[in-house]
Antibody, heavy 120, light 107 residues
């Protein structure tokens, strides 16, 4: 059974930093692109970042470029999102998702989400 | 960037109704579109991928169609568990973009 479990969310002041983690199990992690999607209160879903299966390619939405860094450790079956210079508008539930592999399509499995609140 | 629009933004329907949600892309995305269902406080769940392929385990009352710039999600007979928000996602090019969502509630 595919499982994705996020951790690391919490309350942080504007300008602060957080590191989100996602522990993956139930599939061959190193074969899949992975990504982060967020859901701000009262808003729709927003894609944040993707990383290729071997970590060699990374893509970001413009609003987080230069502030957030996606990374992965295939030996630990783990995905990360380092978030710096956080803004109030980054407040959201952050979901880890299995992004893509040939034959599986996009974002087929999601974690339960971790809440990030940016507030003074 | 490819912009996605959805219509309607919300709808009220009864159990047993046929429901159609439309998603439009600002340019040709071929069949690079997926549909997701999200209930309050829960993670999104994929329903349809590659425009019309049904996700394993998803009831056959859900179907998807379209190509290019116009796509539809159809629920043939709405069930109580289908009251939720629905989002389309284009994955033709970065940045990946979701539609703004359609909330389906009980009439």
């Amino acid at each position: 059974e595919v499982q994705l479990v996020e951790s690391g969310g919490g309350l942080v002041q504007p300008g602060g930093s957080l590191r989100l983690s996602c522990a993956a199990s139930g599939f061959t992690f190193r074969n899949f692109w992975m990504g982060w999607v967020r859901h701000a209160p009262g808003k729709g879903l927003d894609w944040v970042a993707n990383i290729k299966s071997d970590g060699s390619e990374k893509y970001y939405v413009e609003s987080v470029e230069g502030r957030f860094t996606i990374s992965r450790d295939n030996a630990k079956n783990s995905l990360y999102l380092q978030m710096n210079s956080l803004r109030v508008e980054d407040t959201a539930v952050y979901y880890c998702a299995r992004a893509w592999s040939s034959g599986s399509g996009w974002f087929d499995y999601w974690g339960q989400g971790t809440l990030v609140t940016v507030s003074s | 960037d490819i912009q996605m629009t959805q219509s309607p933004s919300s709808l009220s329907a009864s159990v047993g109704d046929r429901v159609t949600i439309t998603c439009r892309a600002s340019r040709d995305i071929r069949n690079e579109l997926s549909w997701y269902q999200q209930k309050p406080g829960k993670a999104p769940k994929r329903l349809i991928y590659a425009t019309s392929s049904l996700q394993s385990g998803v009831p056959s009352r859900f179907s998807g169609s379209g190509s290019g710039t116009e796509f539809t999600l159809t629920i043939s007979s709405l069930q109580p568990e289908d009251f939720a928000s629905y989002y389309c996602l284009q994955h033709k090019s970065y940045p990946l973009t979701f539609g703004p969502g359609t909330k389906v509630d009980i009439k």
